[in-house]
């Protein structure tokens, strides 16, 4: 892996490899990222979080639900300095219906609901901060690499074996989409 001081091409050619990487979700780390500055690293895990494009097999929170959730949040403050305005939220030129824009708040709810309670349990297993709440969101978008101990040059060996339980519930919890595991657990589910 690469980590000297590099020329400016060199560098947005090993940044945007990185950068691909996350958000397609392939795992491969050319370059020791952590040691670059923490904006680089925190930019990095923001784009495991936001994830890839609706239909693709990448994980995270998908971009086009984090698109509505700014044209919602516009639409909001619109509607303070404007109340008597209609307005109705727009995606390609058709109307997102309030259904569709309530799911996209439950399941960001959800995501980081479950990410938080993760962290949690990474941390009382006594997974430092950053290594836990990098590998939890590693787990649940199924990026690969983390930060911290699970960094790009380093692994998950370090992990006790409850930590590797709760990863494994994440990635699946994240590859499944979040609703269609949770809908397993409600009892309603299974009656017919």
Known sequence: MVSE??????ALRYASFQVVSIM????FATADY?????????????????GGMVGST??????????????QAYRELYQLIHPRALTALKLDDKNVPKETLGGIWGFLFLYITISAAATLLMTALDV????AASTVISAMANVGP???????????AFVPLA????????????RLEIYTV????IPLFWKK
């Open 163 to 174: 930590g590797k339980w709760v990863l494994i519930l994440c990635m699946l919890i994240g």
């Open 34 to 50: 952590e040691l670059w500055p923490v904006l680089s690293q925190m930019l990095l895990l923001s784009l495991m979080f936001f």
């Open 128 to 131: 430092d901060i950053i290594t």
């Open 146 to 156: 983390a930060l911290g101990s699970a960094g790009p040059a380093e692994n998950f």
């Open 24 to 27: 397609t979700t392939t795992g």
């Open 182 to 185: 949770i809908v397993l657990f």
């Open 58 to 71: 990448g994980g995270g929170m998908k971009q086009v639900r984090i698109l509505l959730m700014f044209k």
């Open 5 to 10: 001081n590099l020329s400016t091409a060199g």
